[in-house]
């Protein structure tokens, strides 16, 4: 990133740098990116998740958009939370 609270960090990686390029990127049918900030203060605890590839849209897939990541929050090692959701707590009480 070159400007804002991430500067100096490593960009998630676009398709066609991960697994050889073209090459693997033509076969798959979908292709998520998993990233980290790992050395940043705050961010080194959340995982950002997008959907690069979808080879099927007619079933309701569709990309992320190039900065609107899912962000996952590791919560302390308790378990992920998305957008303040910890899923597993939904599924164990039932709401």
Request: glycine letters at 12%; hydrophobic letters at 35%.
């Amino acid at each position: 990133y070159t400007e804002g609270d991430w500067k100096g960090h490593l960009k998630p990686p676009l398709k066609d740098h991960i697994e050889g390029g073209k090459a693997f990127l033509n076969r798959c049918d979908d292709m998520f990116v998993i990233h980290r900030l790992i050395k940043h203060e705050e961010m080194k605890y959340k995982t950002m998740v997008g959907v690069e590839k979808v080879k099927d849209m007619d079933t309701g897939g569709k990309h992320t958009g190039l900065n609107e990541q899912v962000l996952c929050n590791f919560n302390y090692g308790l378990g992920f939370e998305v957008y303040g959701v910890n899923p597993i707590e939904v599924i164990k009480h039932g709401f």
